[in-house]
């Protein structure tokens, strides 16, 4: 069963509007999320992380928000810009600490000018 | 400039040609780990270390080898490729404390590998 799931497999948002990626997970002992994101022909690269004893972490126009009551978090990009149009993973260290990562399936964000 | 490089980045081989995809990051990471990206399916683990001679298996061990012979280097060897490992594979490095939160991770450009 996936530990971590992105539901939505593509968004598509105006330019300065608001983009809302969601990820729900399903072990409430992890204990940090991180969201990453890939352009084409790229490795992934580090976006912004939120520690589980936080509700909220903001970076610029990036902001991550965590429920731990119905283990879901989402990021929040705002305003939105062409050169965000990316595709985006939630993931969560497999069992704390420094363990390796589980990834979801990944969300692609289209900002359209 | 601190990076993680992988060649090639491009490979077409046939079923059953051993081959090998080397992997060298030049941040002095412990933590080393090589994934496979497929559509719909995101991002799998195949293999992990934690530091030299240190190595573990992730989600997708099978039909994949590495060694971890020297900090900066992390091979992925594929002894007898078959189709279903075409795939987008990517090497990644971190600091790793084996304590508290965890290190963000540095990934490589990616290598598409073609099995025929």
């Given at each position: 069963d996936q530990q971590v799931k992105q539901n939505s497999p593509s968004l598509s948002v105006q330019e300065g509007r608001i983009s809302i990626l969601n990820c729900d997970y399903?072990?409430?002992?992890?204990?940090?999320?991180?969201?990453?994101?890939?352009?084409?022909?790229?490795?992934?690269?580090?976006?912004?992380?939120?520690?589980?004893?936080?509700?909220?972490?903001?970076?610029?126009?990036?902001?991550?928000?965590?429920?731990k009551s119905a283990k879901h978090l989402s990021?929040?990009?705002?305003?939105?810009?062409?050169?965000?149009?990316?595709?985006?993973?939630?993931a969560v260290p497999d069992q704390g600490g420094n363990t390796p990562l589980v990834f979801g399936k990944g969300t692609r964000l289209s900002v359209i000018a | 400039e601190a990076q993680v490089t992988?060649?090639?980045?491009?490979?077409?081989?046939?079923?059953?040609?051993?081959?090998?995809?080397?992997?060298?990051?030049?941040?002095?990471?412990?933590?080393?780990?090589?994934?496979?990206?497929?559509?719909?399916?995101?991002?799998?683990?195949?293999?992990?270390?934690m530091n030299v001679e240190v190595t573990d298996k992730g989600d997708v061990p099978e039909g994949y080898k590495v060694s971890r012979k020297e900090k900066r280097n992390f091979p992925l060897i594929l002894e007898s490729p078959s189709p279903n490992q075409t795939s987008l594979y990517f090497c990644a490095s971190s600091l790793t404390s084996g304590q508290g939160d965890p290190y963000e991770q540095y990934f490589g450009p990616g290598t598409r590998l073609t099995v025929t």
């Open positions: 399903t072990n409430s002992m992890f204990d940090y999320f991180l969201w990453y994101k890939k352009y084409p022909a790229e490795g992934p690269t580090f976006l912004i992380s939120i520690s589980s004893i936080k509700d909220k972490n903001e970076d610029g126009r990036f902001t991550v928000f965590l429920n990021l929040h990009i705002v305003p939105s810009q062409p050169g965000d149009s990316a595709v985006y993973f939630c | 992988q060649n090639p980045r491009y490979l077409i081989t046939v079923t059953g040609k051993k081959l090998t995809v080397t992997c060298s990051q030049n941040m002095n990471h412990e933590y080393m780990s090589w994934y496979r990206q497929d559509p719909g399916l995101g991002l799998r683990q195949i293999y992990y270390s």
